[in-house]
């Protein structure tokens, strides 16, 4: 399926993704994360269950120290 | 549209600046000097030696508080600012009510656990008020990499990877780069508004 991950079309395989699958398929191994999906804060003990559908906007946010 | 109404928003808009460190301090000052009516200043540290490699205080402020300190500094550039300092540390309980009235709020931590507090509290807080926040700047070199990326009302400046450590530390031109370009899209957020504030 055809989703936008970080503003940028990305193909992943399946028809439904969970965000935790999503994060094993990209390997985004960051513990500090902010994650939507359609603009809709998706929680972290929610990443086994939320579910990312084609066409979604999904945005995964890497929390980084400096400032 | 003639710059003289752009003024007047800009004189009637309220910020919010969560952080007073590296990236409030200079965002502060650059809103500061283009005439933003009002600034509301958080934070709950204390000026060291070591902060002023990068943030806009002077070697005799060391041991102010950071709020009382940035007021100061203010006041000296351009004294129709209106100030609200909290020497407070910011949590999920305190936050909503603090920046209620602000019609964008800057994160400007150095704490990646405080970002990410501060960023989704303000998402459920304040779903519709746009958020500028900085990630990723420590190190130097490397301009290419620094962006401005949105998603619905939340701004991220910075070049998202480069995190601080020993060998990378905050440096005031990259800290500087990164709180200007927040400046910069809470200018743009403001101009390009349509409520005609």
Redesign the interface.
């Known amino acids: 399926m055809n989703i936008l991950l ?2 940028n079309p990305e193909e992943v395989s399946g028809d439904e993704l969970t965000v935790a699958e999503l994060l094993r398929i990209k390997n985004f191994t960051f513990k ?1 994360l ?1 994650i ?1 999906i359609n ?1 809709n ?1 998706v ?1 972290k003990p929610d990443y086994e269950t939320a579910t990312i559908r084609p066409g979604d906007d999904v ?1 995964v ?7 | 549209m003639s710059f003289g109404l752009h003024t007047s928003r800009l004189r009637n808009a309220c910020i919010g600046i969560a ?1 007073c ?4 301090s200079n965002c502060a000052v650059a809103l500061a000097r283009i005439g933003i009516g009002t600034l509301v200043l958080a934070d709950f540290d204390r000026i060291t030696e070591s902060n002023l490699n990068r943030q806009y205080y002077f070697l005799d402020q060391i041991g102010w508080k950071k709020t009382d300190a940035l007021r100061e500094n203010i006041r000296r550039i351009n004294p129709a600012v209106t100030i609200e300092a909290h020497f407070v540390r910011l949590t999920p309980e305190n936050i909503p009510g603090l920046f209620a009235n602000c019609d964008v709020l800057v994160e ?6 405080q ?2 507090m501060l ?2 509290t303000a ?2 807080a304040f779903p519709e008020k746009p958020l500028v926040a ?5 190190g130097w070199g490397k301009n290419d990499l620094i962006h401005t ?1 949105r ?2 009302n ?1 701004y ?1 400046c ?1 070049d ?5 450590s020993e060998d990378m530390p ?1 440096l005031a031109p990259r ?1 500087g780069i990164v709180a200007n370009m927040q400046a910069n899209a809470v200018v743009e957020i403001l101009l390009n508004s349509e409520t005609g504030r």
Do not use: C, W, Y
């Open positions: 970080n503003n500090m902010i939507k603009g804060l929680p945005q946010i890497h929390l980084i120290s400096g400032g | 952080g460190g590296g990236l409030g400007a931590f150095d704490q990646a656990d970002k990410k960023i989704e998402l459920k900085g990630l990723g700047m420590a990326r998603s619905d939340l991220i910075g998202e990877v480069t995190e601080i905050p800290v």
